[in-house]
């Protein structure tokens, strides 16, 4: 299973982002996907969720109201379109793939994990 996020950069407060997380053909459609961030000298946090089916999500509620996830389950994709940026969403952004079909926030129910995008958002 391989999964490879990318869109990240730099941005301005106030800005935008869509994050992109490609899946290895056979390893997404069946399972809960997820995004993850990491802070310098932070832990890593989860950031939001969505079900299998994409009929279900969690966010943190740091970003609730600001990020949206979605999949296309025919394009083995799932996104995160990031607005309203602000310089405490800098992180780099993993994505990640449940051992569910369901949205879940727990970091230890991830099997697979992407190699991260670096998203900086200046003051």
């Known amino acids: 299973v391989q999964l490879q996020a990318s869109g990240g950069g730099l941005v301005q407060a106030g800005g935008a982002l869509r994050l992109s997380c490609a899946a290895s053909?056979?390893?997404?459609?069946?399972?809960?996907m997820g995004w993850f961030r990491q802070a310098p000298g932070k832990e890593r946090e989860f950031v939001a969720s969505?079900?299998?089916?994409?009929?279900?999500?969690y966010y943190a509620n740091s970003v609730k109201g600001r990020f949206t996830i979605s999949r296309d389950n025919a394009q083995d994709t799932v996104y995160l379109q990031m607005v309203s940026l602000k310089p405490e969403d800098t992180g780099v952004y993993y994505c990640?793939?449940?051992?569910?079909?369901?949205?879940?926030?727990?970091?230890?129910?991830?099997?697979?994990w992407g190699q991260g995008t670096l998203v900086t958002v200046s003051s």
């Open positions: 990640a793939r449940a051992r569910v079909v369901a949205a879940i926030e727990t970091m230890t129910m991830y099997d697979y």
């Open positions: 969505v079900s299998w089916a994409g009929g279900t999500t």
């Open positions: 053909e056979g390893s997404y459609s069946n399972y809960g």
